[in-house]
Structure formats: C-alpha cells, structure tokens
C-alpha cells in the first residue's frame, strides 16, 4: 500500500511540473488484513523482478528473474505453487513471444492466411498448447532466489481467517532461455511445417529481441 501511495504522490507530482491537471484518484481498500509476514517486509522484485535485479547488482548479464505468486490456507503448498507459478510465467512468455515473431515474421501485408483467418489469431490459439510443453523442460535448471509470504484475513469481507499469500523470486540462465527459444521455434515449425518456409531468414535476431524485451521487465 505504501509503495502504491509514493506512486501516485509521484504521478501528481509529475502532473504538476509538467502543468497537467492534478486529478484525485482513489485507490481501493484492501479487503483483507496482514495478520503474519515473513521477515523484511515487501521488496520491489514482487513487481518488477529484473528492475530489482539491476539495481541491487545481481548477474543481470547471465541471468534473467522471473515472480510467481499463489495462495493457500497451507504456507508450505502456497509457496510451492508459487514456484510453480514462476516456472508457468517463463514458459508462458516465451512461447507467446515465439508465437509473435513467428506470426510478424510470416504475415504478408494483408496479415491474414488463405483462409482469411488472421496469421497472429491462429498462433495465439496454439501458444497455450506449447507454453505446456515448454513447462516441462524447466522442472530443472530455475533456481527460487526468494520468496516471501503474507497470512491475510479476510473474515472481515465474509472470507476465510487465514489464507497464506506467497511470492517467490526466480532466476534462470539466459542461455537455458535461448535454448527454449530454439525448441519453441522447433515446436511451432513442427506443429505446423508450412512456416518454417516462411519464417526462413527473418528470426536470427530473436534471442536479442527477447533480451531486450525481458529489459523493460
């Protein structure tokens, strides 16, 4: 909540040296209360993983970070879904960014395939189904940096006493997302040969373009 506050302090602050209009906003309440917490408090990795890496000088040339979150009435079993949720978020990413390229890549000018159907749409309806594949190659090789929970109560909303809240901090090597990246790319090609051809020449680069996507992460 404080870190929130300080944020829109600073966006009318913002607002007023550039000679905007300074406008309310009102920010809802919390519909819960922190009845327990790990040690330290919240951290900026719970929001912005590869900001908090940069700044606290952690290996942000060999490695990328990744947040998961989950809840339970178990501490134990929200953390481990957390952990999971991290892996999740990795995969997911890099089969959609894959699907991306992949679509931008072999779209004409018209961005639609014979069928009228749009090239990016087709691509995004299989992104589920290879962001699950992409998961199961990543049971090794993630490293939980750290992790931090929270026991809410809810009971004042009409919801349970205690529920745990946990976040967990991950870190992967960039070179075992490049290798992700190329069996993606493998994945799509085969689930559809037909763009293979297509893409030929135009995803050299791709590698780069996700380093540089995963910066303003």
Known sequence: MRKMVLALMAGFLFAACSGAPVREV?????????????????????????????????????????????????????????????LDDIAKQVSTFVDTAIARATTDSTGSDSSGVSVVSASQTESSKLSSQLSKTLVSGVEKY?????????????????????????????????DLIGKAQTLRFKNDPSLRARAEGKLQDIEKQFDRYMESR
């Open 26 to 86: 009102e920010v809802e309440a919390p519909k819960f209360k922190v009845t327990d917490a790990a040690p330290g408090g919240r951290e900026a990795w719970l929001d912005s993983p590869n900001f908090y890496a940069k700044k606290e000088g952690l290996d942000v040339e060999n490695f990328f970070y990744y947040t998961g979150d989950a809840q339970s009435a178990d501490k134990r079993m929200a953390c481990e879904k957390a952990n999971a949720d991290a």
């Open 146 to 178: 750290k992790q931090y929970w929270e026991q809410r109560d809810f009971s004042e909303t009409g919801g349970a006493k205690s529920v745990f809240t946990c976040w967990v901090l991950a870190k992967v090597s960039k070179k075992q997302v490049d």
